[in-house]
């Protein structure tokens, strides 16, 4: 059997292959409400046959949203719509994950298709807020620092998330501490220069995190795996460490994180040697430094290349992003490229290969 074939149990939950689905944003709710759109979306990936959905960065707040266009759970009215997504992914036999997510300094931007819309006109501007006022580049405004007072809120609000999350019957939260938004504005010594408890020493630019982590970790029930995304480098010398991410790690698993899911950047503009397999090292890093499972993320795109990681050890599992964009079928094809029968749903028997 081929590794990417192969389960994978964790401690809650167990993964029918090792192909995830990596989160990405829609850009497509309003008001954070899931719509037809993100149904057909996830289903189509899960009629594919990953075995898990990692749905997209979902706001924990308004002002968490990157666009006003972004998905959220800030209130119980979400639930229904993502509820169905959820009931559709188990009948497929396809687990149900969701990135909670702050944006920070990142939030209220246009969506990508329309960079020059008037947000301001439109009525779709907010003040971003940070952990430090520093700007995300020459475009940006700069963020409001947050107060302890709200620091402490927006913990409350990712544990709400997590609670209403739990209640719609994910079977995964990730929490969004990656590619420069809130969370690792706060790990990144580049962009917090707070002097109080939330920062300076890594100690306390981990603080933050680790407080989330804690109280989500409160409301969730025993059957719900916890994940977090991190960027396990900022490209940068003075930045956030290969090295801090492996000490992160550790406390993460001691904490009861069943998972990193391992990307890099986005913090700052640096140069990255974007390339196939181009973060797979810090994935295999963390796994061999910790003992934590990883996930593997960032321009894998065949099944070959795929089960190589695996089969190398250097990741337990492997996060498919764009290459699911263009191919929801992607596992079926990866299983008759790796020489085994693909599972395919009743209805789409007919589609099999006969050689
Ligand atoms: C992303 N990515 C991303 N990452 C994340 O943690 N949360 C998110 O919501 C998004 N949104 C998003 C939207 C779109 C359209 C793309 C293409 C990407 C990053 C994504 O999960 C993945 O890490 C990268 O795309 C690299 O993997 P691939 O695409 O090379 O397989």
């Given at each position: 059997m081929p590794k990417l074939f192969s389960p994978l149990n964790l401690n809650q939950i167990s993964l029918k292959n090792r192909i995830v689905m990596s989160p990405m944003c829609?850009?497509?709710?309003?008001?954070?409400f899931a719509n037809d759109w993100h149904f057909v979306h996830y289903s189509s990936r899960a009629v594919g046959g990953v075995s898990a959905i990692i749905q997209e960065a979902t706001a924990i707040s308004p002002k968490g949203r990157i666009s006003y266009k972004d998905l959220g759970?800030?209130?119980?009215?979400?639930m229904h719509n993502l509820n169905k997504i959820v009931d559709f992914l188990h009948k497929q036999n396809c687990l149900a994950g969701i990135q909670l997510s702050h944006a920070g300094r990142k939030a209220s931007t246009p969506v990508p298709w329309n960079p020059k819309e008037n947000l301001k006109l439109n009525n779709n501007y907010w003040e971003s807020v940070a952990p430090s006022p520093i700007p995300f580049n020459s475009d940006s405004d700069i963020p409001k620092e947050l107060t302890i007072q709200e620091i402490n809120k927006i913990i409350q609000e990712f544990k709400e998330a997590s609670h209403r999350a739990d209640k719609i019957g994910y079977d995964i939260v990730e929490i969004h501490?990656?590619?420069?938004?809130l969370i690792h504005q706060f790990l990144s010594p580049l962009s917090n220069k707070r002097?109080?408890?939330?920062?300076?020493?890594f100690n306390n630019r981990i603080r933050f995190l680790l407080e989330i982590i804690s109280e989500v970790k409160n409301v969730l029930s025993k059957k719900v795996s916890l994940w977090v995304r991190i960027?396990?480098?900022?490209?940068?010398?003075?930045?956030?460490s290969n090295e801090d991410s492996i000490q992160l790690s550790i406390l993460l698993k001691n904490m009861g994180v069943d998972v990193i899911d391992v990307s890099t950047g986005g913090l700052v503009n640096a140069k990255i040697p974007v390339q196939?397999?181009?973060?797979?090292p810090y994935a295999k890093n963390i796994k061999k430094e910790t003992g934590i499972i990883t996930g593997a993320v960032g321009l894998i795109t065949n099944a070959i290349q795929a089960e190589e990681i695996l089969e190398n050890n250097e990741a337990d599992f492997i996060l498919l992003g764009r290459e699911l964009l263009r191919n929801p079928y992607f596992p079926m094809e990866a299983a008759s490229i790796l020489g085994i029968n693909p599972l395919i749903p009743p209805p789409y028997e007919r589609a099999k290969i006969v050689f």
């Amino acid at each position: 059997m081929p590794k990417l074939f192969s389960p994978l149990n964790l401690n809650q939950i167990s993964l029918k292959n090792r192909i995830v689905m990596s989160p990405m944003c829609q850009y497509s709710s309003d008001d954070g409400f899931a719509n037809d759109w993100h149904f057909v979306h996830y289903s189509s990936r899960a009629v594919g046959g990953v075995s898990a959905i990692i749905q997209e960065a979902t706001a924990i707040s308004p002002k968490g949203r990157i666009s006003y266009k972004d998905l959220g759970l800030w209130k119980d009215e979400h639930m229904h719509n993502l509820n169905k997504i959820v009931d559709f992914l188990h009948k497929q036999n396809c687990l149900a994950g969701i990135q909670l997510s702050h944006a920070g300094r990142k939030a209220s931007t246009p969506v990508p298709w329309n960079p020059k819309e008037n947000l301001k006109l439109n009525n779709n501007y907010w003040e971003s807020v940070a952990p430090s006022p520093i700007p995300f580049n020459s475009d940006s405004d700069i963020p409001k620092e947050l107060t302890i007072q709200e620091i402490n809120k927006i913990i409350q609000e990712f544990k709400e998330a997590s609670h209403r999350a739990d209640k719609i019957g994910y079977d995964i939260v990730e929490i969004h501490a990656a590619h420069g938004y809130l969370i690792h504005q706060f790990l990144s010594p580049l962009s917090n220069k707070r002097t109080d408890d939330y920062g300076g020493n890594f100690n306390n630019r981990i603080r933050f995190l680790l407080e989330i982590i804690s109280e989500v970790k409160n409301v969730l029930s025993k059957k719900v795996s916890l994940w977090v995304r991190i960027s396990a480098t900022d490209w940068i010398e003075e930045g956030w460490s290969n090295e801090d991410s492996i000490q992160l790690s550790i406390l993460l698993k001691n904490m009861g994180v069943d998972v990193i899911d391992v990307s890099t950047g986005g913090l700052v503009n640096a140069k990255i040697p974007v390339q196939p397999n181009y973060q797979v090292p810090y994935a295999k890093n963390i796994k061999k430094e910790t003992g934590i499972i990883t996930g593997a993320v960032g321009l894998i795109t065949n099944a070959i290349q795929a089960e190589e990681i695996l089969e190398n050890n250097e990741a337990d599992f492997i996060l498919l992003g764009r290459e699911l964009l263009r191919n929801p079928y992607f596992p079926m094809e990866a299983a008759s490229i790796l020489g085994i029968n693909p599972l395919i749903p009743p209805p789409y028997e007919r589609a099999k290969i006969v050689f």
